[in-house]
């Protein structure tokens, strides 16, 4: 019984981080960056509340890796104007932060 549980608990754990966009635990889903750069841009309440985000590019398209430090960036466009913005790595899970466009 105790084996199920710790198995049960494994698979929650493991789809928690995969709404990170973590692949295998070595990478991030570059495609859900990019959708989650585009919601922390776009966001008003928690992010920037930049009005139309588009065009999000991270990281050439290639997988980044999801250590702790790992940094790229995304090619955006803000309403119309093609923007970079910065992404850092912020923890071993995956976790990502946003700067805002440059």
Known sequence: ??????????????SGVSQLGVLGGTQLNVTKVQVGVQQILADPASG???NA?????CNDGRNPSATKGTFFNCAVTVNGVKRQVAVLVSDDNGRYEVDRPR
């Open 48 to 50: 920037y509340g930049a």
């Open 1 to 14: 019984m105790g084996v199920i549980v710790v198995l049960v608990e494994a698979v929650v754990l493991l």
């Open 53 to 57: 985000v588009t065009e999000v590019s």
